[in-house]
């Protein structure tokens, strides 16, 4: 570290590293940046005689970073995101961009915005790409270790250096095959069904979102799925019921007959949630007024 020469570091290179520390891997570094894994190795190389320092070492499958490569993590983003504020002041025409974004998502929240945005925006000549994650129950990291653009969340992490818009708002509900059953009709007839629920991938399940003051305990699942989208299999021809945010009516659930639940519950806000350091990329504010806008129409 001696002879260190900032002067041979770029905004690519210190990306590579980023990406490199995430991943744990040459090749999930390359497939992520769409690079071949020898660029990201020729990269990773370069930094290594740049900062006089291994960086990474093999370990199993994997590569673990050494103490030095860690204490670049923060200094490295915040970096980044000061060269990604030099776009600020640019003229932004997004006819004019090639414009990608990757979004943290649930099952409900990526189908109900994220296909007409996407089709609204190829028709107006529009180049977006979106990658498009799961979100589970989302962290902080995900926005602040600028792992994903956006998340779109009923539950926002909370932090000074993120910024949350609501974007619609709704009431859980439950949805039933009406060929095998009828809604429930008492607390204790909805508690005494078999139900099902989502386990996250990513952490925490789709019953946290659901605040019923009025209900005595929430029972225990029958079935557990990945994903919403496994909900109607096991649901449809049996009594089981799911409890769920009525715009999955319009989703994953639409093949389900829906019904009020049979005690009061709080409404359901989701919120589109970014890192501060967007806040003023006009790409990034495009980005976020075509998500409120179709936010908007599915309300009306």
Same mark, same amino acid.
């Given at each position: ?132 994650? *799961? !979100?589970? $129950?989302?962290?902080?990291? #995900? +926005? ?5 653009? =956006?998340?779109? %969340?009923? @539950? ?75 909900? *109607? !299999?096991? $649901?449809?021809?049996?009594? #089981? +019921? ?5 715009? =999955?009516?319009? %989703?994953? @659930? ?47």
């Amino acid at each position: 570290m001696k002879n260190f020469d900032f002067h041979k570091l770029d905004g690519q290179l210190l990306r590579t590293f980023l990406t490199i520390l995430e991943e744990s891997s040459v090749s999930l570094a390359a497939d992520r940046l769409d690079v071949t894994q020898s660029t990201v190795s020729h990269s990773l190389n370069k930094l290594r005689t740049i900062l006089g320092d291994p960086l990474f070492v093999r370990s199993g499958q994997g590569l673990t970073p050494t103490e030095t490569a860690l204490s670049l993590k923060g200094p490295v983003i915040e970096v980044l995101d000061q060269l990604q504020s030099l776009t600020n002041l640019r003229p932004f025409d997004p006819k004019s961009e090639e414009m990608h974004f990757v979004v943290a998502a649930n099952d409900m929240q990526r189908d109900l915005i994220f296909p007409k945005l996407l089709h609204d925006a190829w028709t107006e000549d529009i180049d977006l790409s979106l990658e498009l994650r *799961p !979100s589970g $129950v989302p962290s902080v990291g #995900l +926005l602040r270790e600028a792992r994903c653009d =956006m998340i779109l %969340t009923p @539950l926002p992490p909370d932090a000074p250096d993120l910024i949350q818009q609501k974007l619609f708002s709704g009431s859980m509900m439950v949805f039933y095959d009406p060929d095998a059953r009828t809604a429930p009709r008492t607390v204790e007839e909805y508690l005494a069904a078999g139900h099902v629920t989502v386990q996250f991938a990513l952490g925490g399940t789709s019953d946290e979102v659901i605040k019923a003051p009025d209900l005595p305990y929430f029972p225990i699942p029958k079935v557990t799925v990945s994903n919403f989208a496994g909900i *109607p !299999s096991f $649901v449809l021809g049996s009594d #089981l +019921l799911a409890t769920q945010f009525e715009y =999955m009516q319009h %989703t994953s @659930l639409s093949r389900l007959a829906m019904a009020p639940l049979p005690f009061h519950t709080d409404e359901i806000s989701i919120y589109s949630v970014w890192h501060t350091r967007s806040t003023n990329d006009p790409a990034h504010k495009w980005l976020r007024d075509r998500v409120k806008r179709v936010a908007l129409e599915n309300e009306r």
